[in-house]
């Protein structure tokens, strides 16, 4: 296939050289079987041009090699009856090496089968990393160019309409654009004589040759790329025919045959586990989503009914007046009135609220708070903003510079935590 074959590249190091190596291989054994080709065109000279095939096409080289070879057996036996003996030993020469380079073209190319369905596996694994449909949809048409495929068509099934989504075509971005942009203006229900509509509904590959001559296919798309044949599989996730997948080679390059048809359907069945194992994990994030939802209104509202507890609690338990007023460090805090503005804030503080204001002042987090406390985050959090709504405080840090200030010896009045002997 030449520039056309791209073996995968594989990460263990005997697989990697095969892959490497499998395009080489059969471009030696079609120039080799060319070679021989030339040297029996000579000797048979029946006016046949034997060699005259694609570069890259080691199918129809071993068609040139069996005629060949067929030809030389009909003029061998003619020679043994005549007794031409040089001619004899010519034809047996063609006869051997047109049997050796076909021998060395059916290696090739089960070398090339061999590296594909590796390459299978690898295109596969490629696609675990999407991490949503479209992106799938984005990277499937890359990931089967791993397959030895040059031009390749993703679509999707949307309410039973063949609607195309993405495409690749080595070395022409502009005609994978150009595919894409024909197959969105033309959508086709999956229904009637389309042999898509066969193959999705009986769900398996399909080979379809010389589609410019037939009815049955996608007239505009196939006028784009003009080609001479082409492969396509269903893609199934969860039981229902989600998308297709169409791909071809260049006849330059060999075309496709009935190999690429079931290479396609591995990798399309492949392609629909991975749309379910994307939905899987979509749905699973949602549930997550879902769960974490609950959990923040339950926590919410256990929050909140502890909340009302502790109020309660400390109304009940409440002096009728706290205050910072003055007193001495060996003293026990007393009720005193207010003795400044401040110190009436502070007084509106629930004993509670006061120990997480010091917690504050302390440097400690919410969550630090919560466990010395044995409360939820939720609950301190609340705590929190109750203690900035009633200090007038701006935030965390405002509220703490204010409780630090009252705590400090201003201009002789000694000031002291209200709820800390």
């Not at 199918?59 to 040139?64: M, P, R, S």
């Not at 609340?382 to 630090?404: F, M, P």
């Amino acid at each position: 296939m030449g520039s056309g074959v791209h073996a995968p590249v594989l990460d263990d190091g005997s697989d990697s050289d095969m892959a490497s190596s499998e395009p080489v291989a059969v471009e030696d054994g079609v120039q080799r079987a060319r070679e021989i080709l030339r040297t029996a065109e000579r000797i048979l000279d029946d006016g046949v041009t034997y060699s005259d095939f694609a570069n890259g096409d080691p199918k129809a080289a071993d068609a040139a090699l069996g005629a060949a070879q067929r030809a030389a057996s009909e003029c061998m036996s003619l020679a043994v009856q005549s007794s031409k003996d040089s001619s004899v030993r010519q034809l047996a020469e063609v006869l051997l090496q047109s049997g050796l380079a076909r021998v060395t073209l059916m290696e090739a190319t089960l070398a090339r089968r061999t590296a594909r369905m590796f390459g299978v596996e690898q295109a596969l694994c490629h696609l675990r990393g999407a991490s949503s449909l479209s992106a799938l949809e984005e990277r499937a048409p890359v990931e089967a160019h791993r397959l030895g495929f040059t031009r390749i068509l993703f679509s999707r099934i949307d309410k039973g309409v063949w609607i195309a989504r993405t495409a690749y075509t080595e070395g022409e971005e502009q005609l994978a654009r150009t595919l894409v942009q024909v197959g969105i203006a033309n959508p086709r229900p999956l229904t009637g004589a389309l042999v898509e509509s066969e193959m999705a509904r009986r769900r398996v590959p399909i080979l379809v040759r010389n589609p410019q001559s037939s009815s049955r296919v996608h007239a505009e798309m196939v006028a784009v790329v003009g080609t001479k044949g082409y492969v396509a599989a269903p893609v199934v996730s969860w039981g229902k025919v989600v998308g297709l997948l169409h791909a071809d080679r260049q006849a330059e390059l060999g075309g496709v045959d009935e190999f690429d048809r079931d290479l396609i359907g591995m990798f399309a069945a492949g392609v629909g586990v991975a749309f379910e194992r994307n939905a899987l994990f979509r749905r699973l994030r949602f549930m997550r989503s879902m769960f974490n939802e609950h959990v923040c209104a339950v926590n919410d509202l256990v929050d909140d009914i502890a909340e009302d507890v502790m109020e309660i609690g400390d109304g009940s338990e409440k002096p009728p007046n706290r205050s910072l007023g003055a007193h001495s460090s060996g003293q026990n805090f007393r009720e005193t009135p207010a003795a400044y503005p401040e110190d009436a804030l502070f007084a509106s503080l629930t004993p509670r609220e006061c120990e997480v204001l010091r917690s504050l002042a302390s440097g400690k987090t919410n969550a630090q708070i919560a466990s010395s406390l044995f409360v939820t985050e939720g609950t301190v959090k609340s705590h929190v903003k109750h203690i900035l709504r009633k200090l007038g405080a701006a935030n965390r840090t405002d509220a703490v510079a204010r409780y630090h200030a009252l705590t400090k010896s201003s201009g002789g009045h000694q000031t002291k935590d209200p709820f800390r002997s």
